[in-house]
């Protein structure tokens, strides 16, 4: 049966999965979001058994139902090949009491690789299978790490190009040149002098341009989106959590239907809503704790039930995360809105004129799997040192906000269940602040001495994303104020 998916903000708005893929965002600044979640047809065991390309079909043909199979497995398996740099695809890591599940392996060295390596794939068969004769033009905003993955992804992919805003003074050093040294006749990377909160709602605001689309149409193009609101990312980060959950069986750590606990470090909430979907689908998922850094907006919003994003933008050493408006949260207010978009319209209409919205305790009752927490740039970094020095094992900065929160909510509760945390990044990325919680004295050096000494500490070998930008030529300076993003657009495309 065909699945459908709907507007947040519109319940005569459907579209089937490949054409969601292709919009990324439905009209009115709406999500698209599935009828329903169907439950996987293979058992816990047989998953066990499968390796990641394997489990990755059994849930994508459950979600993206109006492709082949053929068509899915050719997605698939361009995707997760050589690219990553272990078979596994995503690791399961046991270390310091819990299971670190390292989604970092990929060419750009962070989680974002593990939906844009297949987005790509899956967007081009989308253009195919719906007849579409524009150029697809990419636009993203991006707060660090999506820029890079979405760049590598779609970097001479025909029948695509591919623009990402970031905020100029709002990425880590070796996320920037990451970015500037892109290569491809297809890409475009500019840096705003805004946060990423501006980049993302003036992405938003051309992305719902109607006269624009229209102008593009004729001229050829059509926008889609890279960010995690396209389902064509949201459905790809549910493969590794049955993946995770399916190795713990696999390896006898927990026998098949019983609970584990999920720890993510979360931004735009995309990466922990995939867990809550991979629950839906039959994975015994018991809490999903929200980790937050001092922006803690989604803190404040589990424990009170108001999401105000009135406060002040804290810059944090973990700047993937360093989000006010976390964009995939619209999708959980629709759901415990009983898929009301007339009520969750209303309340996201509160948020853009008032930056506040407070849900009704009939809503806040259905929240109950979801425990919020937050750490704090000392206790972050205390957290990289300790866990360092116990298991040596060194982890990133948004890695360990997750660790930190998770050893508060152990405190707290006493909740001995298995959990799984979500490993965002590798440490080769955000080098400075990792070396800095180790000691501070790290400081006086030069970005890639540091990561020469964390070779040293860690043993690990530094991955080929950063040998790439040693002496890589920056090839984007694009810098503008946030209210010109539609103008350095049409100056790339031409138009
Ligand atoms: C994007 C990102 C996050 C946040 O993920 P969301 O899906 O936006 O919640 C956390 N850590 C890292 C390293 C990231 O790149």
Redesign the pocket.
Known sequence: MELIYRSTRNSNETATASQAILKGLANEGGLFVPDEIPALDVSIEELAKMNYQQVAYEVMKLMFTDFTEDELKHCISSAYDKKFDTPAIAPLVKKAGAYYLEL?HGSTI???DMALSILPYLLTTSAKKNGVQNEIVILTAT????GK?ALAGFADVPGTKIIVFYPKHGVSPIQEKQMVTQKGDNTFVVGITGNFDDAQTGVKKMFSDKALAEYMDKKGYQFSSAN?INIGRLVP?MVYYVYAYTRLVADGTIKAGDKINVV???????????AYYAKEMGLPIAKFICASNDNKVLYDFFKTGTYDRNREFILTT?P??D?LI???LERLIYKIAGNDAVKNSALMKKLVSEGVYTITDEMKAKLDEFAGGYATEAETAATIRKVYESDDYIM????A?AATVYEKYVEETGDKTPTVI?S??SPY??TRSVMNAIDTSYDAKTDFELVDELNKLSGVKVPQAIEDIRSAAVLHDTVCDKEDMLKEVKKFLNI
């Open positions: 970092f962070a989680f974002k707060s660090g790490d999506t993955a995690s980060q993510v470090p979360t931004g735009n909430f995309g990466n922990i809503l995939a973990s993937s995360m989000i976390s964009s995939n990133d900065t948004h890695t906000v979500a965002t990044a990325k955000f």
